[in-house]
């Protein structure tokens, strides 16, 4: 299907973009080329086209365009239609905001902004991934991106618990913390919620889920949507005032925790009136303090670093703590923390259903750097990255398995030392 696109709109889009530190970034880049072998797209495919500065480049002709002395003599040449389309594909399926190429950028360019804000011209455009999109517009309209609806979520809340027999508290009417969940998890990990609910209830915490706004995950944000990604946070915010809490907890997922904690207030214009907090960072306070009792864990295992968490979301010594004398073979793989290689499936990019024979090859990193450590099991603390990496390991059959830290840490949970 052919699809209009509206240079101009794109064009207005990017100029309102460039201000402060974006503006800044396009007079800054060196042109040198260190951050190529950083971006996983560029390792596993040699292919130019994704060496990470060149996704600057639809942005900064529209600013070189708007700045003295071209803009005197009419200006550099104007983004086309032809720009547009050829540079949809390195914008959306082939960066997932991961940040790697900032760590070795010698400007420290954020890439990762600007494939945010350069998404939002190719949507005023009426460019992106169909699905992409689509994802975005069931969040805003059925409350969550794989059309988990408040009932839906009753429905599974009350499933999980009565099988489970744990209490999942739902719209209590004050709580000291809001529990988000991503529908990834719900959909597809539910055993993600039934542990998140015995760990906190476990440590005693006095929290709840709310109908009113449950959902993490942002995907107005990774679409380039930023009035959805407005609502979403909105939702968030009348949720914990309406049982005031002020704390928030993320659950395992990466972009929901980096969006709602580093973006959430300048996207809603005003600060966020609770802390965000994600859920290793909150079990880690709550093991620190002996409000949580594990047993310890003796299976070989490694950690991957979801990026938003660790590389551009600040908590990367998090899931170390609760490792640390929990897991008695954890194997650290190399590069690790910050320097970690994303999973392939960040930024959007699993929701792209064209965009899977690209995650796939890139997993191929995750594979080498676990087959490395020599241990059996993979734990991760974001549902996307689990997903995607689900995928990429059936399409490779591979054998290793691949697990969820807040899950094992639940199954190890010593209720004969429960915290007083
Ligand atoms: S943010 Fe990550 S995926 Fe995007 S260009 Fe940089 S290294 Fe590549
Ligand atoms: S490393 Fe930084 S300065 Fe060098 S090409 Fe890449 S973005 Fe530009």
């Not at 010698?106 to 460019?127: E, K, N, T, Y």
């Not at 599974?156 to 027999?165: H, I, K, P, S």
């Not at 191929?364 to 993979?378: C, I, P, R, S």
């Not at 899950?407 to 915290?419: Q, T």
Request: with cysteine.
């Amino acid at each position: 299907m052919t699809r209009e696109i509206n240079v101009q709109a794109a064009a207005n889009r990017f100029l309102a973009q460039i201000s402060g530190n974006l503006g800044a970034y396009m007079e800054a880049c060196l042109h040198c080329g260190h951050c190529a072998d950083a971006c996983h797209f560029y390792a596993v495919t040699d292919d130019p086209r994704y060496t990470p500065a060149y996704k600057l480049f639809p942005m900064a002709r529209t600013y070189k365009r708007s700045k003295p002395p071209l803009s005197w003599f009419g200006g550099a040449p104007k983004v086309t239609e032809k720009d547009l389309q050829e540079w949809e594909e390195l914008l959306f399926d082939s960066c997932t905001m991961c940040g790697r190429c900032t760590m070795v950028c010698p400007m420290g360019i954020d890439i990762a902004s600007i494939v945010a804000a350069s998404r939002q011209a190719f949507v005023a455009a009426g460019l992106g991934p169909p699905d992409l999109l689509q994802a975005a517009e069931n969040a805003r309209d059925k409350g969550s991106p794989l059309g988990v609806s408040a009932d839906v979520l009753a429905d599974r809340v009350e499933w999980l618990a009565d099988d489970n027999e744990v209490d999942i508290p739902l719209d209590k009417e004050k709580a000291d913390v809001l529990l988000t969940v991503s529908s990834i998890e719900l959909m597809k990990y539910p055993d993600s919620l039934v542990a998140m609910a015995k760990l906190l209830n476990h440590a005693g915490i006095d929290w709840t889920l709310s109908s009113k706004g449950y959902e993490a995950t942002n995907f107005g944000f990774l679409s380039g949507r930023s009035d959805i990604a407005k609502i979403m946070i909105q939702r968030i915010v009348d949720a914990a005032e309406s049982v005031g809490a002020k704390t928030v907890v993320i659950p395992e997922c990466g972009h929901a925790y980096g969006v709602l904690r580093w973006a959430g207030a300048n996207i809603l214009g005003k600060p966020l009136p609770f802390e965000v907090v994600h859920i290793t960072e909150f079990l880690a306070d709550l093991k620190r303090r002996g409000k949580l009792k594990l047993k310890p864990m003796g299976d070989a295992v490694t950690y991957h670093d979801p990026c938003q968490i660790s590389r551009r979301g600040g908590a990367t010594q998090a899931a170390r703590d609760l490792l640390d004398g929990f897991a008695t073979d954890f194997r650290e793989m190399t590069p690790t923390g910050n320097h970690n290689w994303c999973c392939g499936g960040g930024g959007g990019v699993q929701a792209m259903s064209r965009a899977a024979g690209l995650r796939h090859k890139v997993f191929k990193l995750k594979m080498d750097q676990v087959e490395q450590t020599g241990a059996d099991t993979m734990l991760s603390a974001c549902a996307n990255c689990r997903l995607t990496m689900d995928e990429s390991k059936e399409h490779w059959h591979w054998d290793k398995d691949l697990g969820s830290l807040v899950e094992v840490l639940a199954e190890h949970i010593d209720e004969s030392n429960a915290a007083a």
